[in-house]
């Protein structure tokens, strides 16, 4: 999912700016791996976190449990978890969910985009 979303981040920002921010070590690279470690912090354990961004990286379960050294029902059990606590119920959910929150980023360094996605409108 990272790929992606650079990706389309990159083309915006190259129709409005004319810097190249296509570098591993760019601002935008870093601002985008920090929202996604952060994502669903304030909702998900730490292991539940593992395997959404693992999600979101594009691996399967299977990868998942094997790179997590975990039972493949452990990881279908977390991805249950995970789903229920985000309201969603499927791998396109969380995808839509994950870039639509990134719009409720607050600028601020390790702040979850979901606390202010998932609250309600006043």
């Excluded at 999912?1 to 083309?11: F, G, R």
Aim: aromatic fraction near 4%; hydrophobic fraction near 40%; proline fraction near 4%.
């Amino acid at each position: 999912m990272a790929p992606l979303v650079k990706t389309l981040v990159l083309k915006h920002l190259s129709l409005t700016e004319n810097k190249d921010l296509s570098q591993p070590d760019s601002g935008l690279h870093r601002q985008l791996m920090q929202v996604m470690n952060e994502f669903g912090s304030s909702i998900l354990t730490t292991l539940e976190r593992e395997v959404l961004q693992m999600i979101l990286h594009g691996h399967s379960s299977q990868s998942i449990a094997d790179k997590l050294d975990i039972a493949l029902r452990t990881v279908k059990l977390h991805r249950q978890n995970l789903y229920q606590k985000l309201d969603i119920g499927s791998q396109a959910e969380l995808f839509y969910l994950f870039i639509h929150s990134l719009s409720c980023l607050d600028g601020g360094e390790n702040s979850d985009p979901l606390i202010t996605y998932l609250q309600p409108p006043s």
